[in-house]
């Protein structure tokens, strides 16, 4: 592995860790159930080691106003109803619903959350950018859901914004287990570092 960057003005940026993906009662698009249990426990030590350490931890959650907004989307309004992964993207994040809690588990009270993100990159119609750049962040330790969309198209968006990007491998999963590893590995190859938590906690 590439040696990590220096992590001194680094922050942890969740993605999606909210219960429309990740809690089996609720999720409209879920992941399966051992696979969210083991991603939202690797969260733990990160996010520990992060608080403890005064490095900013933000929570990115997708929600939506409208069916429409959704569905103006080509290629969701082309998959849903099918036997596709994201079937269920026209129910997905929808106001009032549940699925926009964050996971308990990984909310700190000091915590920031950017709400409304509409597509799967996380600088996309939101004030993530912001948030970061007035608080002096250069470099991204990305956890989340899911690998091979969400994950990945922020850490393509961040490498263009020029800010080092560095996925935490145990914290991040997917829908679509076949494409994990070879999302994790565009991403090694082309636009930033792919590390442990242990790793992570270590160079913090």
């Not at 690797?42 to 997708?62: D, K, N, Q, S």
């Not at 103006?72 to 549940?98: E, F, I, M």
């Not at 470099?139 to 990007?165: E, H, I, K, Q, Y």
Request: net charge negative.
């Amino acid at each position: 592995m590439t040696a990590l960057p220096e992590l001194g003005r680094a922050a942890v940026v969740t993605i999606d860790m909210h219960r429309g993906h990740l809690d089996p009662a609720v999720a409209t698009m879920p992941l399966p159930e051992v696979v969210a249990k083991r991603v939202v426990a690797a969260h733990g030590p990160l996010l520990r080691a992060a608080r403890e350490r005064a490095v900013p931890v933000v929570h990115v959650v997708t929600s939506y106003r409208s069916v429409a907004e959704i569905a103006s989307n080509p290629w969701w309004a082309a998959v849903a109803g099918t036997d596709a992964s994201r079937a269920n993207v026209l129910n997905h994040q929808l106001p009032g619903s549940p699925g926009l809690e964050l996971m308990p588990e990984v909310y700190g009270s000091d915590d920031l959350v950017v709400t409304g993100k509409k597509r799967y990159d996380c600088f996309a119609a939101t004030d993530l950018e912001h948030a970061l750049r007035s608080r002096g962040v250069d470099t991204l330790l990305l956890t989340g859901v899911n690998t091979n969309s969400c994950v990945l198209a922020t850490a393509v968006a961040g490498n263009t914004r020029d800010f080092a990007v560095v996925v935490v491998e145990d914290c991040v999963d997917t829908m679509d287990p076949a494409l994990h590893d070879a999302a994790l590995s565009v991403i090694r190859q082309a636009f930033g570092w792919v590390a442990t938590a242990e790793e992570v906690v270590k160079a913090l």
